[in-house]
């Protein structure tokens, strides 16, 4: 089967391979993949910002139906439309495994970076970390049940946010949008924050029930945080989904004193952050690491409900076969979220 993977260390090294269909051994459930999302960590591994064991498979948003399990899985059949969680192997006896935060597991392997992930056609995975679909949810929109997990993890897990706060968001991409639902559905007022080039997201943004966009190249949002918030003194929480050194900067600025900064995007690399205005506002500053299982539930009913969307998140869909166009398309920042699907 044809998969897209990274074949050495280093920039680059990303190359369309045969590789062998795999079976699932004790324990474990094979997937046939309809549709896998690519991430920013794939672009991270593609830059060689983000640890990955190659030769490796990529892609760990996925959703597709299992064609072959273990005799010794029960509870799931072949047939079955899922998606999964992106941990291959956690050691499930230290501290973290032991308190659920297996998200934390220093000897954690995931899915499309330390073994073979959802960019081809067949994908093996624990069926422990299966979930199952709800009827209303295509392959296409499951495929996003990864980063919403993450995002409701970083939202929810670590209490971000109450009715009725103030929330600014920067970075209009995919994390950004499914940021924006989730608070929004916790009955924040949001404002989200972009650039010239987010144009076209922050009409989406509008859409999915942003209640201000702001182009900051355009115009500060300043002004409109003075209206906005409490006599006018700031964002009683930010959200930095945009990976951006200076958007991390701006978010410093228009949080209020005894705020909370969330740190949900990645720089794949050091920025400058003046850490003492966390001493002289008194934040608090939170960050997550991927996701943990009760966040997939969340997120499955979020989604299941029809609170948070992930269909109009999705701008492009490729053939696997066409991986170069999609990372570089995605990469453009042109579109949101673009779909990689398998060739038989
Ligand atoms: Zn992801
Ligand atoms: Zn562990």
């Given amino acids: 089967m044809k998969a897209v993977m990274k074949v050495a260390p280093g920039v680059g090294q990303i190359e369309l391979r045969d590789i062998d269909e795999p079976a699932p051994g004790p324990g474990q459930v094979k997937i046939r993949v309809q549709a896998a999302g690519i991430c920013g960590t794939d672009l991270h591994i593609y830059k060689d910002e983000f640890r990955s064991r190659p030769p490796v498979v990529l892609g760990h948003e996925i959703a597709g139906e299992i064609a072959d399990l273990a005799p010794d899985v029960s509870g799931l059949d072949p047939g079955m439309r899922v998606t999964t969680e992106t941990y291959y192997a956690t050691c499930g006896v230290c501290m973290y495994c032991r308190r659920g935060q297996n998200n934390l597991c220093l000897n ?118 003075a209206d906005l918030t ?65 966040a997939w539930d969340k997120a499955l009913k979020l989604l299941d409900a029809g609170v948070v969307r992930t269909a109009p998140l999705i701008t492009d869909t490729f053939a696997i076969t066409e991986w170069e166009n999609a990372f570089q398309k995605f990469d453009s920042k042109q579109g949101v979220k673009t779909l990689l699907t398998p060739v038989g």
């Fill in 230 to 294: 409490q006599e006018g003194l700031g964002a009683d929480v930010v959200y930095e989904c945009s990976g951006a050194g200076p958007a991390a900067a701006q978010l410093l600025k228009l949080v209020r004193r005894r705020g909370r900064y969330v740190q949900i995007g990645l720089f794949g690399k050091p920025i400058a952050w003046d850490l003492d205005q966390v001493c002289y506002k008194e934040l608090v500053v939170t960050g997550s690491n991927a996701s943990v299982p009760s």
């Fill in 108 to 225: 954690r392997l995931s899915i499309g970076s330390g073994v073979n992930g959802g960019f081809t056609q067949y994908v093996i995975v624990p069926a422990k970390n299966v979930h199952r679909l709800p009827q209303s949810i295509d392959f296409r929109a499951g495929a996003l049940t990864e980063p919403l997990a993450c995002v409701v993890h970083g939202v929810l897990n670590t209490p971000t946010i109450s009715p009725g706060d103030v929330a600014v968001i920067a970075g209009p991409g995919a994390i950004g949008l499914l940021t924006l639902q989730v608070v929004k559905a916790a009955g924040a007022v949001v404002v989200v924050l972009g650039t010239d080039v987010d144009e076209r997201r922050l009409a989406l943004a509008r859409e999915l029930g942003a209640d201000h966009t702001v182009n900051i190249q355009a115009e500060s949002p300043e002004d409109l945080m």
